[in-house]
């Protein structure tokens, strides 16, 4: 593979690489560039084909095989790549403000500190791609409705890290939801029932960590659920259902004023159980809510 690489590479000459660019900026030129057939199409052939500090604005680039091309320091500011194989093509330092990637092939291309402004990624492959100190936003991207769990969980991985690494701690905990519910969508199909299980739960209960206002919801149903079951055994004997779901209320809460206290075994077991529960998932909400706000 590395030699077959070394002798696309090889092919770029001074000659062949300066009408290279002439072309990707759409200027003329009377060199005969390369081409090939994949799939019925007739792809212009630039495989391997490496190009530094230049512009290559609003440039227009339809059925281009760029497979391992390297691209340093160059803009691509407007420009439009439409169902172009960009799979194992590095961009280092490139500015891609509001370009456009329409059905591109971007497997296991590499990304490092790019600007993608107002750029959109639209039902293109990305599956394994990687994006380092990038400026992409998850709004900029349309995700392909055919992608599969697994490469939606890697995708969602790669964008979380450069989302964290450049600050953006908005999409990376929306990236984060996305992984986690694109990792259990994958654990049903592959029959794993106890973590998919486990993971649904965790999406039930908190979202993850990502939706703290779900775990502030359950945590009033368990105030209800919990005085229901106290009033059901009878903990507090000749008090209301009312009084029982006060009773639940500040014991899972752990503020514990006094005025009433279970009676009976199973009723002074049901009440440590719900102050237990209440001490967990009111750590989890504190810890959920902090993140949020401390990430704003």
């Known amino acids: 593979m590395e030699d077959r690489v070394a002798d696309l590479r090889a092919r770029w000459t001074p000659e062949a690489t300066a009408a290279a660019v002439a072309f990707l900026e759409s200027r003329p030129t009377a060199y005969d560039l390369p081409t090939m057939e994949h799939d019925g199409a007739t792809y212009l052939d630039l495989r391997g084909l490496r190009v530094e500090q230049t512009q290559i604005d609003k440039a227009y680039l339809k059925n281009v095989n ?48 790019c600007d993608f402004s107002q750029a959109v990624l639209a039902e293109s492959r990305i599956d394994f791609a990687s994006f380092a100190n990038c400026e992409i936003r998850l709004e900029n991207i349309r995700f392909r409705a055919d992608a599969s769990e697994q490469a939606m969980v890697r995708v969602c991985r790669s964008l979380k890290l450069n989302a964290m690494s450049m600050g953006n701690f908005a999409d990376a905990g929306e990236l984060t939801y996305l992984e986690k519910s694109y990792e259990r969508r994958a654990l049903r199909k592959r029959g794993a029932w106890g973590p998919w299980l486990g993971s649904l739960l965790q999406n039930l209960v908190w979202g993850y960590g990502e939706k703290p206002w779900r775990l502030a919801v359950v945590m009033l149903v368990n105030i209800f659920i919990f005085g229901a079951v106290l009033y059901g055994v009878n903990a507090l004997p000749d008090k209301t259902f009312w009084e029982h779901v006060y009773f639940s209320g500040i014991t899972y809460l752990t503020v514990g004023y006094g005025d009433l206290a279970p009676v009976g075994a199973l009723g002074r077991f049901i009440s440590v159980l719900d102050a237990a529960t209440g001490i967990a998932t009111f750590g989890m909400l504190i810890a959920s809510v902090t993140k949020k706000v401390m990430y704003r």
């Not at 497979?67 to 891609?96: H, I, M, P």
């Open 66 to 113: 760029l497979r391992w091309a390297q691209f340093r320091d160059v803009g691509f500011k407007n420009a439009r790549f439409a169902n172009c194989n960009l799979s194992q093509a590095t961009f280092t330092e490139c500015y891609l403000r509001r370009a456009q990637f329409e059905k591109c092939d971007l497997v296991n291309s590499h990304f490092a500190s």
